[in-house]
């Protein structure tokens, strides 16, 4: 392909990327260093809302922007550094808390708290994603061909349904008396509260999240097992391999790299754990910090909202990912080495 | 071109007969509003939208698109639905217009008490007040001999009662769920012992007294409440008294009439509406009003037109015919046991919603950060002293606080 054709191909898709993800990064990074900010002076004022009969007026001290003459509030943003990092992180405190050895006063604070979470969802959703995934790969494989057609397709239902609509199911399935929960209660004979501490509502997110994903990586390992060399798979036969050997030997060496693919898609993904959140309303015992973001940005009664501290918090998290990435990338790298 | 008379003729006699069939004059200015989507403000709008050329916006994400609408020029909004709080970023970026002139013009059918004044310029007509009272249920309460509570302690004793007679499990509901409903509930206690949230220079001053015993309060009514409190919101307290799960509850007047909801409720004629329980102060609750304001950026021909269908959307004959929607401030209204319970609390003492830019950052500070509390990972001082250090970065961060 000549260049020209391929600057032709290629070019839209770099502009949009470079329009939608490099440039918007570019500016959250640059926000999560200034601060935006009115001008708020302090002036008396005279306040009457309704009471039930009369009315009530109040006279006291508010802060209020100023404006400019086109009726504009006037705002100032001026460099500060790393303080909006150090607001989200709280180091001294933090540092504090693992000083006195006392993890229990870390996990208060709200990143550590939801970095902590965010790691546990993610590490633990990991191995039950691959392995349900390659499980239900097996079974599709293994099911005759006049059912694989329905069992493809039932195996994929999770995976089609929106996550927020799945998340909430979840939630009213187990909800105060939500249909399992009954059952549940009907069954052991005793009262369960399954949104009433952490770890019951951690269990669920996972359950959940593994459900949605093991079929993505099920279809992916399904396409992979298709193109295992027959051969040598009867070879083993014949020199007596058992199923599972025949696994371990050869069928899991040859889909490694699809299995470090969906591992890197899920790592990603879960990292930025956010709809289970929402959907649980979880938010007075887990937090993630995907959430956290939105929590910074989401503006109070009175319209305030923390730009720089959701700026610096989204950039922590895009460098966690990172991190998480950088082991199976460089398995990647030295296999892909190796290979010339 | 026969078609295009027929239908031409068909939405000339629905716009004849239904439209603007209960308007007193007929709209031919576009109009738009933007409010909450709550029961009463559907009532008002629908009756807005019979004046003609009129459409309404209701929104619960209100409050995210509200300032932005505003203080665009023309406004996207020319009508907007506020509460005590929401007014506040409307009325600090000055997109909203003094009603002063209108109010002459056509307002004599509005009472004293409907106009909001900010140092002397109407800025808003409130139509309804809510606050969150008591509610409980009579006869659970009169067959076990219990007087109608009239402190938390009385609550609680009740509640003790309730369970040891085996009637509940869980006798009190609350609207706990983490964030803003939390947050609130933190305010109607706080400012029932009589404390205030601010020091000099928009400070935080609730790491009191006052604040413990505020949080002390809500813990022991958790004792009694279902143990998910921290996902329960205003719909599912409701619920949770309509299928007679709890007995007593701190719920908005606004959700009193469905409780005698005859298709969803079990309950109906049952729950009786008292004030809100007293505080060492005043009663435990904050009322809140909500109203209309018109936008600034638009013509005074507009203007006009919006102040009319504005006023024809709350006049008597929607208050009439949705009374017990809510506690509407009007002529028309009569005030019947459903009303009672914020009435009561308004007779009591109990302080307006204290709204301002920095009290929007505290509410945030104590939604997101009285869970710890309530769930143990935190003492009172520590917790109130953390939600305190979170109020600080943040209004720090708004340019409140002068670093």
């Not at chain 1, 390659?134 to 059912?147: D, E, V």
């Amino acid at each position: 392909m000549n260049f020209r054709t391929f600057a032709v191909f290629v070019g839209p898709s770099v502009f949009m990327m470079l329009l939608f993800i490099a440039f918007p990064l570019v500016s959250v990074f640059k926000q999560s260093f200034y601060v935006t900010q009115p001008i708020y002076e302090t002036v008396e004022k005279e306040t009457c809302t309704p009471g039930f009969l009369t009315q009530t007026c109040v006279t006291e001290q508010v802060s209020q922007p100023k404006l400019d003459e086109h009726g504009e509030i006037i705002t100032q943003t001026h460099y500060v550094g790393l303080q909006s990092y150090r607001n989200v992180l709280e180091p001294e405190r933090a540092w504090r808390a693992i000083s006195d050895g006392s993890w229990h006063v870390l996990s208060t604070i709200n990143f550590w708290k939801a970095l902590r979470f965010t790691l546990t969802f993610t590490l633990i959703t990991l191995p039950l994603v691959v392995g349900c995934g390659l499980g239900i790969a097996i079974l599709i494989n293994n099911a005759a061909r006049s059912i694989r057609g329905p069992v493809i397709f039932v195996s994929l239902l999770p995976f089609i349904i929106t996550p927020v609509i799945g998340v909430l199911s979840i939630n009213w399935l187990f909800r105060g008396d939500g249909i399992l929960t009954a059952m549940m209660e009907w069954w052991l004979n005793r009262d369960i509260a399954l949104f009433a501490q952490a770890w019951t509502i951690e269990v669920l997110m996972m359950i959940y999240r593994v459900w949605h994903v093991a079929p993505f990586a099920a279809i992916i390992f399904y396409a992979g097992l298709q193109t295992v060399n027959q051969d040598s798979l009867e070879s083993a036969v014949i020199d007596g391999a058992t199923r599972w050997q025949r696994l371990k030997y050869i069928v899991i060496p040859h889909l490694m790299p699809l299995i470090i693919f969906v591992s890197m898609i899920h790592l990603m993904d879960s990292y930025r754990v956010f709809e289970e959140i929402v959907g649980f309303s979880s938010q007075g015992y887990v937090i993630s910090l995907q959430w956290l973001t939105f929590d910074y940005l989401t503006p109070d009664q009175a319209g305030n909202r923390s730009i720089s501290r959701a700026s610096a918090n989204s950039m922590l998290t895009m460098i966690g990912v990172v991190v998480l990435l950088i082991l199976p990338l460089r398995r990647t790298w030295r296999d892909h080495k190796g290979s010339h | 071109m026969k078609l295009k008379t027929i239908l031409m003729a068909g939405a000339m006699s629905i716009a004849a007969t239904g439209s603007w069939a209960d308007c007193a004059f007929e709209n031919d200015v576009p109009l738009k509003s933007l409010s909450a989507g709550f029961e009463a403000w559907k009532a008002v709008t629908d009756a807005m939208a019979e004046c003609g050329n009129f459409s309404a916006s209701l929104d619960q994400e209100f409050r995210e698109k509200q300032p932005e609408a505003f203080a665009a020029d023309p406004a996207l909004y020319q009508i907007g639905g506020v509460s005590n709080a929401t007014l506040v970023p409307l009325l600090n970026a000055g997109t909203i217009r003094p009603l002063d002139d209108l109010v002459e013009k056509y307002g004599q059918d509005l009472l004293p008490n409907q106009l909001i004044k900010v140092d002397g310029k109407t800025m808003a007509i409130a139509m309804m007040v809510n606050a969150q009272h008591l509610m409980y249920r009579d006869d659970v309460l009169a067959e076990l001999g219990i007087e109608e509570p009239k402190t938390y302690g009385d609550v609680l004793s009740a509640a003790a009662k309730i369970k040891e007679a085996g009637v509940m499990d869980y006798p009190i509901g609350g609207t706990f769920k983490t964030g803003w409903n939390l947050g609130q509930e933190f305010v109607n206690m706080y400012l029932g012992e009589g404390g205030s949230f601010f020091g000099d220079g928009n400070m935080p001053a609730i790491n009191n007294e006052q604040g413990v015993a505020a949080l002390e309060t809500l813990k022991a009514m958790t004792e009694y409440m279902d143990p998910e409190y921290l996902v329960s919101d205003s719909t599912y307290v409701q619920q949770q008294f309509q299928q007679g799960k709890i007995a007593m509850a701190n719920l908005w007047a606004s959700r009193a009439a469905a409780m005698n909801d005859e298709a969803e409720s079990q309950v109906v004629g049952k729950v009786t509406m008292a004030a809100a329980p007293m505080g060492s102060a005043v009663p435990a609750t904050t009322i809140w009003w909500d109203g209309i304001v018109l936008a600034s950026n638009m013509s005074d021909e507009e203007a006009d037109a919006a102040f009319r269908v504005a006023l024809e959307g709350m006049d008597t004959d929607t208050v009439s015919a949705n009374n017990d929607v809510a506690v509407w401030l009007s002529t028309a209204y009569s005030a019947g046991p459903l009303a009672a319970g914020a009435a009561a609390s308004a007779e009591g003492g109990a302080k307006a919603y204290p709204a301002s830019g920095p009290m929007g950052i505290m509410h945030t500070s104590l939604g997101n950060g009285l869970a710890d509390y309530l769930t143990g990972a935190k003492d009172a001082q520590t917790t109130l002293a953390d939600i305190e250090a979170d109020y600080v970065t943040a209004a720090k961060e708004a340019g409140l606080i002068s670093n």
